[in-house]
């Protein structure tokens, strides 16, 4: 089966029925793209069976023709009619009949008589043609590798299917030649010939090719395995083979590399070493160089002078030619796409096939080359180190921590853990080793960190590097769903450091306050209050980030002044710290300040926008994702969900994960896909740990919203009442309060209402004093809904939707705009029922929540109100005059144009746009444009 070349397979096929105006046809493309596969696969699909005398050196064709082959080999190019003599040795028996001059032509061109005289390739042609003139039927050439094939031979081939096919137009017999050869085509062929250029393989077929190979890898790994070979067929198949058993990926050099089988081994290192000494060396230095580092080395060579500075051999610039005509490297304009190397698989195999001499010098090269880039000439020095360097592990280190400020984990934690072998002071590298752990940890390596760990207490016993594992250990536990465990280990271990090592003690807390994010336990938040309360005066002035953190995390709602005071001061003069402006965002989310969240978090995590770093941290993807979903974001949330749960499968299924899986289900439910979010829901649960009580009241929630969009209120209410105990507390510290609208609407439905409002008071009275603006917009709809008077609703209606900021929770304020205009139609307040109808059917129809529109329409047509769209429900808010401003704004006529044509001051027309605003829910003229009707006139 070949995979992806179908249009090419018929192009050879209807080549070799119907060779046309050309007999020669020259298939070509880089090594390995499958042109022998294509070529063989194509003449035995034209041919009938072969017989018990067919085979490789002569089978009957479709026309009862004969097929010779021919192949070339890299020894023989300087050899006189090699390749011709391959083509023809089936049939010399033929010479006999062939006439004397013919025949002696053919004899000194094979040397086939001693003392032979030397023969040109125009007396040898004639002869070839007749030779195979006598054979029955058509003749089918087929030369592979024509590249390496001697020019006589070409030359004799390429002029003998020119005489065939002139003759066969005559009723001669035809001779066809089907070549395969790499790069350009050979001159002697490519006269009058035919051409098919092979391209790399489409990502859906290499795709395939790799999922047809016996134990193909797992998804990240399969990834990076197309990655390298770029559509190479070839490369595809062997890398399969090398990494059927390879559970990892090593890091080589210039970075991550898959284990390379000895066919691809010899036949790059073939490549290699058949170019000469100044193409190889340019060849070797761009395998040691990394992503976007090799335009510096071309720009050197452009600027002259280079061979000298930096020690290369004279003769770079035909180097480059050279190389690119060998098909490993491709410059731009020549087709490469971003990469020097034809395919990222070549710049792997030169760099390992190459000793480690030659590496060694390759980084040098670049480490001067790079002079003026500190980072990279710092990789580069480390490189070639040959062993521990003091000076260049501090370089490294130095790298380190920029890559870590602009974003760059990965990065970051390689050259960390560099510097740390780097280094010969074993208290100093177990330093070392711990930054790169918790970068590690950053990228949710949960099995690095434990090495790391493990490493660090081999090294050393030193109290101080001791202090600051325990942080890692509490996460590697936390992260496998057993937060009573981790703050067991935590606190003590803070305890502890806050004498000798109060920042150390202070970065354990703050795994700790991640931990209580999870667990959601109120005796664990007292826990941590207690150790912060021995660490306040000991703070450093590099410890205010982690302290807020901290905090905020400790007790969300109390810390909300200082997190809104710290999100001011970042929009005045933003930061360019990562690390910093990443707690900030995550602070922002877990405050109940969506909106920022979303500005700070997307240029940092947001996998769409160019400035993102590569990779990500599925957890604080899905923080993410949700602050996206409290800002009606929903299409980016249902993403960067998909995005986190793909980035848990790569590494390992875990809290992450559930947490990614819970926003889904929440999504899944709020857009009306029930069973969708059932699903999602009680597969999370089952596969969560019971301790982890963000994901557990997050699917709750989502299976209490399943129920709700299907009409199920009794078993909406039993979800919902379980993020409580039976006495009204929280089962989550914080989270479980983001049902309380919804509890308290299942109950008012399903007469739970007593229940319900028990457990409202609670949390009205828990949150005295720190309820945030989400807060007051979930409480006041719950009391608004089950008050048992019209005027304490409409003032906890009121009073809910004043104190919503707007943009943020739209889901929760449609909410209470649709169980007010419910209350306030059947009370007979029609006017006021449509206007809050309306603008929650509004934004329902935006966030596109379907059951909850469809009740909005259905709510609204009881109030006489036509629904057929979100523009006619709101237009007919409004009067007959308001009507006709909105007809006149949306043209872009002025207040005062309008009031001459309306005969209104222009203060009047104002006023009136004041009111028509809020009724449309637009908040700019230029908005007015869209309710404008096709056709429509204004008188």
């Given at each position: 089966m070949i995979v992806g070349r179908e249009r090419e397979s018929a192009l050879i096929e209807d080549f070799l029925r119907h060779s046309g105006r050309s007999s020669v046809l020259i298939v070509r493309g880089d090594a390995g793209l499958g042109k022998t596969v294509l070529i063989e696969d194509a003449v035995r699909r034209s041919q009938p069976e072969s017989?018990?005398?067919?085979?490789?050196?002569?089978?009957?064709?479709?026309?009862?023709?004969?097929?010779?082959?021919?192949?070339?080999?890299?020894?023989?190019?300087?050899?006189?009619?090699?390749?011709?003599?391959?083509?023809?040795?089936?049939?010399?028996?033929?010479?006999?009949?062939?006439?004397?001059?013919?025949?002696?032509?053919?004899?000194a061109a094979f040397a086939m008589d001693s003392g032979g005289r030397p023969v040109?390739?125009?007396?040898?042609?004639?002869?070839?043609?007749?030779?195979?003139?006598?054979?029955?039927?058509?003749?089918?050439?087929?030369?592979?590798?024509?590249?390496?094939?001697?020019?006589?031979?070409?030359?004799?081939?390429?002029?003998?299917?020119?005489?065939?096919?002139?003759?066969?137009?005559?009723?001669?017999?035809?001779?066809?030649?089907?070549?395969?050869?790499?790069?350009?085509?050979p001159a002697p062929l490519a006269v009058g010939a035919a051409e098919l250029l092979l391209r790399p393989l489409p990502a859906e077929a290499a795709d395939l090719l790799l999922s047809l190979q016996p134990g193909p890898p797992p998804e990240p790994l399969a990834r990076l395995l197309l990655r390298e070979a770029g559509g190479n067929p070839l490369a595809i198949i062997e890398l399969a083979k090398a990494t059927g058993s390879w559970a990892g990926v090593a890091v080589h050099g210039p970075g991550e590399t898959l284990p390379l089988t000895e066919h691809l081994e010899k036949f790059y290192g073939a490549q290699l070493e058949q170019l000469p000494p100044a193409a190889r060396d340019l060849v070797v230095t761009?395998?040691?160089?990394?992503?976007?580092?090799?335009?510096?080395?071309?720009?050197?060579?452009?600027?002259?002078?280079?061979?000298?500075?930096?020690?290369?051999?004279?003769?770079?610039?035909?180097?480059?030619?050279?190389?690119?005509?060998?098909?490993?490297?491709?410059?731009?304009?020549?087709?490469?796409?971003?990469?020097?190397?034809?395919?990222?698989?070549?710049?792997?195999?030169?760099?390992?096939?190459?000793?480690?001499?030659?590496?060694?010098?390759?980084?040098?090269?670049?480490?001067?080359?790079?002079?003026?880039?500190?980072?990279?000439?710092?990789?580069?020095?480390?490189?070639?180190?040959?062993?521990?360097?003091?000076?260049?592990?501090?370089?490294?280190?130095?790298?380190?921590?920029?890559?870590?400020?602009?974003?760059a984990p990965a990065e970051a934690r390689t050259a960390m853990e560099r510097?740390?072998?780097?280094?010969?002071?074993?208290?100093?590298?177990?330093?070392?080793?711990?930054?790169?752990?918790?970068?590690?940890?950053?990228?949710?390596q949960a099995g690095k960190v434990e090495e790391l760990i493990a490493t660090v207490k081999a090294l050393t016993d030193d109290p101080g590097v001791l202090a600051l594992l325990p942080s890692l250990v509490g996460w590697v536990i936390s992260t496998g769903g057993r937060q009573d465990a981790a703050m067991a280990l935590l606190i003590p271990a803070a305890e502890d450091a806050a004498g000798h090592a109060p920042s150390?003690?202070?970065?354990?807390?703050?795994?700790?306050?991640?931990?209580?994010?999870?667990?959601?336990?109120?005796?664990?938040?007292?826990?941590?209050?207690?150790?912060?309360?021995?660490?306040?005066?000991?703070?450093?002035?590099?410890?205010?980030?982690?302290?807020?953190?901290?905090?905020?995390?400790?007790?969300?709602?109390?810390?909300?002044?200082g997190v809104r005071a710290a999100l001011e001061r970042e929009l005045a003069s933003p930061g360019r710290d990562f690390v910093d402006r990443l707690l900030l965002g995550m602070m922002a989310a877990f405050g109940d300040f969506p909106e920022a969240a979303v500005d700070l978090l997307a240029p940092l995590l947001?996998?769409?926008?160019?400035?993102?770093?590569?990779?990500?941290?599925?957890?604080?993807?899905?923080?993410?994702?949700?602050?996206?979903?409290?800002?009606?974001?929903?299409?980016?949330?249902?993403?960067?969900?998909?995005?986190?749960?793909?980035?848990?499968?790569?590494?390992?299924?875990?809290?992450?994960?559930?947490?990614?899986?819970?926003?889904?289900?929440?999504?899944?439910?709020?857009?009306?896909?029930?069973?969708?979010?059932?699903?999602?829901?009680?597969?999370?649960?089952?596969?969560?740990?019971?301790?982890?009580?963000?994901?557990?009241?997050?699917?709750?929630?989502?299976?209490?919203?399943?129920?709700?969009?299907?009409?199920?209120?009794?078993?909406?209410?039993?979800?919902?009442?379980?993020?409580?105990?039976?006495?009204?507390?929280?089962?989550?510290?914080?989270?479980?309060?983001?049902?309380?609208?919804?509890?308290?609407?299942?109950?008012?439905?399903?007469?739970?209402?007593?229940?319900?409002?028990r457990v409202i008071d609670a949390a009205d009275a828990d949150l005295a004093g720190r309820r945030s603006e989400r807060l007051d917009l979930l409480i006041g709809t719950a009391r608004g809904l089950l008050a048992h008077s019209d005027e304490d609703a409409s003032r906890h209606f009121e009073a809910a939707l004043a104190g919503c900021p707007p943009g943020q929770w739209p889901f929760e304020r449609a909410r209470a705009h649709l169980e007010y205009g419910q209350r306030l139609r059947r009370h007979y307040q029609i006017q006021h029922a449509?206007?809050?109808?309306?603008?929650?059917?509004?934004?329902?129809?935006?966030?596109?929540?379907?059951?909850?529109?469809?009740?909005?329409?259905?709510?609204?047509?009881a109030a006489g109100v036509r629904s057929d769209g979100p523009a006619q429900s709101r237009l007919d808010l409004l009067t007959a005059q308001e009507l006709q401003i909105v007809r006149l704004a949306g043209q872009g006529l002025t207040n005062k144009e309008i009031g001459e044509r309306l005969f209104l001051s222009h203060r009047t027309v104002s006023s009136h746009l004041y009111r028509i605003f809020p009724k449309l829910g637009v908040s700019t003229r230029a908005q007015l444009h869209t309710f404008i009707g096709d056709g429509e006139a204004v008188d």
């Open positions: 017989g018990p005398d067919g085979g490789p050196d002569g089978s009957d064709g479709s026309d009862g023709g004969m097929v010779l082959r021919a192949h070339g080999y890299q020894g023989a190019t300087t050899l006189p009619f090699a390749a011709l003599h391959q083509l023809l040795r089936p049939v010399l028996g033929g010479l006999d009949a062939l006439p004397a001059r013919e025949r002696a032509a053919l004899r040109e390739w125009a007396e040898v042609a004639p002869a070839t043609l007749a030779l195979l003139s006598g054979l029955d039927g058509g003749v089918l050439l087929v030369v592979d590798d024509a590249q390496w094939c001697d020019r006589a031979s070409l030359e004799v081939v390429g002029s003998v299917a020119r005489s065939s096919n002139r003759a066969a137009a005559r009723g001669g017999r035809p001779v066809t030649v089907l070549a395969g050869a790499r790069g350009p085509a761009m395998s040691a160089a990394g992503d976007g580092e090799w335009p510096a080395i071309l720009a050197a060579l452009k600027a002259g002078g280079l061979q000298e500075e930096e020690g290369l051999p004279d003769g770079m610039g035909a180097a480059t030619s050279i190389a690119v005509d060998a098909g490993l490297v491709a410059l731009p304009g020549d087709g490469a796409t971003g990469q020097v190397f034809r395919y990222p698989l070549i710049r792997s195999a030169v760099y390992r096939t190459i000793s480690c001499e030659e590496r060694r010098r390759a980084h040098l090269r670049l480490a001067r080359i790079l002079k003026n880039d500190p980072d990279r000439r710092a990789r580069h020095l480390a490189a070639a180190a040959d062993g521990p360097d003091e000076e260049v592990a501090a370089l490294l280190e130095a790298a380190a921590h920029r890559a870590e400020e602009r974003g510097a740390a072998h780097l280094t010969l002071d074993p208290r100093a590298r177990a330093r070392r080793l711990v930054k790169a752990a918790r970068v590690a940890l950053y990228l949710e150390a003690a202070l970065t354990t807390l703050g795994m700790a306050a991640r931990v209580v994010f999870y667990s959601g336990r109120r005796a664990h938040r007292e826990q941590i209050k207690r150790v912060l309360g021995l660490l306040t005066a000991k703070a450093g002035p590099d410890d205010g980030p982690a302290m807020s953190w901290v905090t905020a995390c400790t007790d969300l709602l109390a810390a909300r002044d947001d996998p769409e926008q160019e400035i993102a770093p590569a990779g990500g941290n599925s957890a604080f993807l899905t923080m993410y994702g949700f602050a996206c979903l409290e800002t009606g974001r929903w299409k980016k949330a249902e993403s960067v969900a998909e995005r986190a749960v793909r980035i848990c499968a790569e590494i390992k299924p875990g809290v992450s994960a559930a947490q990614a899986q819970s926003l889904r289900a929440i999504l899944a439910a709020l857009r009306g896909h029930a069973e969708e979010a059932r699903a999602l829901a009680h597969q999370t649960l089952a596969g969560t740990d019971a301790q982890n009580r963000l994901v557990t009241v997050r699917c709750e929630r989502a299976l209490g919203l399943a129920a709700t969009a299907e009409g199920s209120h009794e078993a909406a209410y039993n979800h919902f009442r379980h993020l409580f105990t039976s006495g009204g507390e929280p089962v989550h510290d914080h989270h479980s309060y983001h049902a309380l609208a919804d509890l308290a609407g299942a109950a008012a439905l399903t007469g739970h209402v007593e229940d319900a409002a449509r206007e809050e109808l309306a603008a929650a059917l509004d934004i329902f129809e935006r966030l596109g929540a379907q059951p909850w529109t469809e009740r909005a329409r259905i709510e609204l047509r």
